[in-house]
């Protein structure tokens, strides 16, 4: 099935490891808050859903991360859901830089989340909890309101940016 095999008994190979992963393609986010007079912005892939009743997600952050401090502080957070034309805005916010919100209109949700505009989808979450999760932090939020478009997503495979399609042999109603 596989054109590679990594047996545990031969050792654990992390760059092979993340290749296996980046198999699963998923969707590209910027989680963004603000607290003590600062605002953070993070591109993450790690996004994922995790009740509906109660409506929970959860994401990770690496704890090497700069931004960790103002989201263990923050009570809200946002889940901007990239469109698949803000390429641009996911390279920003993957990057350290000073004002990743420069240029950028935002709108502020509950709590002082902060809404980045003409994306796929937004969520707006109460901190709930986090996690120990090894290297990353496990930041579960309750979502308290969200939002979506008609755009199609941004999504991420094997190391690149990719677009969704429907399949092509899905029926069409």
Known sequence: MADTHHPA?????????????GCFATGVTVIT????????????????????EPPLILWSLIKASSSYPVFEAASHFAVNILAQDQMELSNRFARPGTDKFAGITLEEGHGGCLL????????????EQ??????????????????NSEQAPLLYHR???????????????
């Open 33 to 52: 808050a603000q607290a003590e007079g600062r605002r953070v912005g993070v591109t993450a892939n790690s996004f994922t859903s995790l009740s509906l």
């Open 159 to 173: 190391g690149a940016y990719s677009s969704a399609g429907p399949h092509p042999h899905q029926a069409r109603s």
């Open 116 to 127: 980045l505009p003409d994306t796929c989808a937004t969520l707006q979450c109460a901190r």
């Open 9 to 21: 008994a031969e050792g654990f190979d992390p760059r092979a490891f993340r290749a296996t992963l």
């Open 130 to 147: 986090i996690l120990d999760g090894g290297d990353h932090w496990i930041l579960i939020g309750r979502v308290t309101a969200f939002e």
